[in-house]
């Protein structure tokens, strides 16, 4: 059977299984697979078969029978966009903090007025769930329009046992509505609660000895994050809080080297972690640390971008040192209030110097690894996931060259039509 693209697929029964066969043809495919040659690994005039939920098949040559056969018009398929580093879900808003950083305030002035993250943290306690997860499927529906199918939800704004885990309740709810993968991280070790005022260490301990078990136990977190810096917590208070979660079988990552240079990227290295992210003022010196380790590279130009700053993470020794180099939206709601990946891919490439495959690639493929989904997501290959998005588009630098000019014609998740 032959049907025009797009239209709902038709489920059969195959060996007691109710299967979903489906074959895209008339296609250009994004590989962005490193093993095939040639820019974005692409392969033009060709086919992709999904078989339950899976990548089955891609080629150029005789393509195989399906029950579901879709004429895709010329058009391209890249793997779903995965956002890496994201903040969804936070009472209020900061509106206030961006007039207050127009007039010359800096971050840490904000943040030792009482604002910032602290701001926040009070919102979102005093926000009730519905409250929380209607804000954040707001955005979260931002995203997915723009082909977003792999979104990380970081903790953060709890900084309590009781709220920490209630947003990574509320993110867990949000991955059984939405058509969307969302990998859950704890990131209580993103700032000070206002009732440990001067207790740093003492906070530190109720993280290690408290939230990052229970999170464990119900198995509610991916992966544990935290905030090294001045304004943040120190190399030796991130060293225990990784060793809590390298306890509980959880594997990190770090907000590091964002407004200065603490050592925070060779520390997450050390313990052979996911991502370091941000890192503008990652020194080149420290970038093989990196490599050694397979950590991924996260940049986030939204930040960037929002606080004014001059001081750009070491783009080249990256590239030199092959450190793969992600980009993520950050979306939060004081330095990076932006809901578009799209825009990030865009920004990666006018302020950072990206090339436009670079910064496709650092949406789907060092993504998906700097979440530790490398094996499953981010290329288009055999076995991975039927994450998929059409664009009807005559190059793949289109992705990166505007926002909120092209958008996806057709969005499959898990081989499902959403």
């Known amino acids: 059977m032959s049907i025009i693209f797009p239209l709902a697929v038709r489920p059969v029964t195959v060996k007691g299984r109710n299967m979903l066969e489906q074959l895209i043809e008339n296609v250009h495919l994004i590989t962005l697979d490193p093993e095939r040659e040639g820019a974005y690994g692409v392969l033009e005039n060709a086919w992709v078969s999904l078989h339950e939920g899976k990548i089955h098949s891609l080629g150029q040559s005789q393509a195989p029978e399906a029950e579901v056969t879709v004429d895709g018009q010329g058009q391209f398929i890249s793997p779903g966009l995965v956002d890496c580093h994201n903040h969804l879900i936070w009472g209020g808003n900061r509106a206030e903090e961006f007039e207050w950083r127009l007039q010359g305030r800096s971050y840490q002035e904000i943040a030792q007025a009482g604002g910032g993250i602290a701001s926040t943290v009070k919102a979102t306690r005093e926000a009730s769930d519905e409250v929380l997860y209607q804000a954040a499927a707001e955005r979260l529906q931002a995203l997915l329009e723009e082909g977003v199918t792999t979104v990380e939800v970081k903790s953060g704004y709890g900084l309590s046992l009781e709220h920490e885990l209630r947003v990574l309740r ?29 207790e740093s260490d003492a906070y530190i301990d109720l993280v290690c000895q408290e939230i990052i078990p229970a999170a464990a136990r119900e198995g509610l977190a991916d992966c544990v994050d935290v905030f090294c810096e001045g304004v943040g917590f120190s190399p030796e208070q991130c060293r225990r809080v990784f060793e ?68 750009m993470p070491p ?47 650092g949406v789907s493929q060092y993504a998906a690894q700097a979440l530790g989904l490398g094996e499953q997501k981010g290329i288009l290959r055999e076995g991975f996931d039927a994450d998929l998005v059409m664009w009807n588009i005559s190059h793949p630098s289109e992705l990166s060259y505007g926002f909120n000019l092209v958008k996806p014609s057709a969005i499959l998740r898990n081989g499902v039509w959403v």
């Open 170 to 198: 509320i993110a867990k709810q949000l991955a059984k509505v939405f058509p969307v993968h969302i990998s859950t991280t704890l990131l209580a070790a993103h700032a000070l609660p206002p009732e440990f005022n001067g």
């Open 315 to 361: 783009i080249q020794a990256l590239r030199e040192a092959a450190v793969p180099m992600a980009v993520a939206t950050d979306l939060n709601p004081g330095t990076s209030p932006l809901a578009s990946l799209r825009l990030a891919m865009n920004q990666a490439c006018v302020l950072f110097g990206l090339t436009p495959e670079e910064s496709l690639r």
């Open 244 to 311: 809590s979660a390298q306890a509980h079988s959880l594997p990190v990552k770090g907000h590091v080297e964002q407004l200065s240079d603490l050592g925070g990227a060779k520390l997450v290295a050390e313990f052979n972690g996911w991502s370091v992210d941000h890192i503008e003022y990652l020194q080149a010196e420290d970038v093989p640390h990196l490599t050694s380790s397979g950590t991924v590279a996260v940049l986030l130009p939204g930040a960037f971008y929002s606080l004014k700053e001059t001081q």
